[in-house]
């Protein structure tokens, strides 16, 4: 769970003389935004709620969510409108004015470019994938506290069936008596990156993949690799594989110090599931995106962690 990344932006200087202020106000936006998400939210109208102006507020929200306003908003409407289509009890038209789209047809292309796929066709389907919960401020919980001020995100997806070529090490996890994860694991990065030595990896995704194991010791078997391509490394493609299915996963974007991934990973597992009526599935592989543009000098991250759920 710990591996060098990207630097996650910074907050430009003069917005960050005062971070826990701004961190508040910009909770007070989320807050106003998911509580009134069926009503039309202009920006005039957020910035008023913030108390910045519409510049400012751009400013501060995209550099603390990672999201402009509007995308957010965007977001929230259409996973919110996309929870009401699994219902299967409402019209399209009426959903798609519920949440303020002048039309069906706007609504379902609107809906399509998100998700993939038409309203109709994924109230068919049945599956919740893509729908995105409310940023979170994982402080708020008063179970983990962290040193910074940070937002949490999870959506439901269907991870991509793939053979990974890579090394593996047995570690202590997480609820292991006795945690050794942040020393072995990285290590095994650096060895694997070590045997490889070819420039293009810095161009694909890094997985990792977390095996559970079937008593309560804690040992955990973590795997470093990556996908296999038709123009993967032929030194990858040596190493040993493994199989990846498709699962239905709760999945958290973070982007921040590596040091502290695996407090959200906890977060992720001891807050947010046990209130997300959700289950995990013990006998699936967990999953670590880690995403380029790498910056091997930095003690940061832009990943995503995949954990295998069941209603």
């Not at 399209?92 to 292309?109: C, P």
């Not at 997985?207 to 194991?213: A, K």
């Not at 038709?230 to 590596?258: F, I, W």
């Amino acid at each position: 769970m710990i591996y060098s990344g990207p630097m996650t932006p910074e907050l430009p200087a003069n917005l960050s003389a005062h971070p826990s202020g701004h961190f508040s106000r910009i909770e007070r936006v989320l807050d106003y935004i998911h509580d009134n998400i069926r009503m039309p939210l202009t920006l005039d109208m957020l910035s008023g709620t913030s108390c910045w102006s519409r510049w400012q507020l751009q400013r501060v929200f995209q550099a603390y969510t990672g999201y402009s306003v509007a995308q957010y908003v965007r977001e929230m409407k259409l996973s919110r409108a996309a929870e009401m289509v699994l219902t299967n009890q409402y019209r399209m038209s009426d959903i798609a004015y519920e949440f303020g789209f002048n039309s069906e047809v706007a609504f379902s292309r609107a809906f399509k470019q998100y998700f993939g796929i038409a309203p109709k066709a994924y109230q068919t389907r049945g599956l919740t994938l893509g729908i995105k919960a409310p940023l979170t401020n994982p402080n708020q919980s008063g179970q983990l506290l962290f040193p910074e001020q940070v937002f949490y995100q999870v959506r439901i997806d269907q991870s991509e069936p793939c053979v990974l070529h890579g090394l593996s090490t047995q570690i202590k996890g997480l609820y292991s008596p006795s945690p050794d994860f942040m020393s072995k694991v990285p290590e095994l990065w650096h060895a694997f990156f070590h045997a490889v030595k070819d420039e293009s990896l810095w161009q694909v995704p890094h997985i990792g993949v977390i095996e559970h194991q079937s008593d309560t010791s804690g040992e955990l078997t973590y795997r470093a690799g990556i996908r296999q391509t038709p123009d993967m490394p032929e030194k990858a493609r040596a190493m040993s594989s493994l199989p990846l299915p498709t699962q239905t996963c709760a999945v958290m974007r973070y982007q921040g110090k590596v040091s502290e991934f695996h407090q959200a990973v906890l977060w992720l597992l001891s807050v947010w599931l046990p209130e997300s009526g959700y289950s995990g599935v013990d006998d699936a592989p967990s999953l670590e995106f880690y995403y380029p543009p790498f910056d091997q000098d930095t003690d940061a991250v832009n990943a995503e962690y995949w954990l295998p759920v069941s209603v």
